[in-house]
């Protein structure tokens, strides 16, 4: 069974760091675009981040540029969202999702076919 599994959320203050992490199992995505997204209450589920397989190429959203950064282990099967002076609006749950393709797409349409179940981040002001 493929699985992609999120950890490392919590509730923080703001200008706290927190690290998700992403374990991949039942199949090898290291030739995988992996990427996050965050879905806070009320609003539609947005892309925050995403690297491809190799990790030679990353992108974010403008909200978190400088702030957040994504990285992978490919021997792992894990990727990571380290998050840095977080503030109350990065509240919402990040989700963990996986594209069979290797260089990542951040279009309309870009197929993601694997989504972990999500991991509270919760910043307190």
């Known amino acids: 069974q493929v699985q992609l599994v999120e950890s490392g959320g919590g509730l923080v203050q703001a200008g706290a760091s927190l690290r998700l992490s992403c374990a991949a199992s039942?199949?090898?995505?290291?030739?995988?675009?992996m990427a996050w997204f965050r879905q806070a209450p009320g609003k539609e589920r947005e892309f925050v981040s995403a690297?491809?397989?190799?990790?030679?190429?990353?992108y974010y959203v403008d909200a978190v540029k400088g702030r957040f950064t994504i990285s992978r282990d490919n021997a792992k099967n894990t990727a990571y969202l380290q998050m840095d002076s977080l503030k109350p609006e990065d509240t919402a749950v990040y989700y963990c999702?996986?594209?069979?393709?290797?260089?990542?797409?951040?279009?309309?349409?870009?197929?993601?076919?694997?989504w972990g179940q999500g991991t509270q981040v919760t910043v307190s002001s």
């Open positions: 999702a996986a594209s069979i393709r290797r260089e990542c797409g951040l279009g309309y349409g870009f197929p993601w076919n694997y």
């Open positions: 690297i491809n397989w190799s990790g030679s190429s990353t």
């Open positions: 039942g199949r090898t995505f290291s030739s995988d675009c």
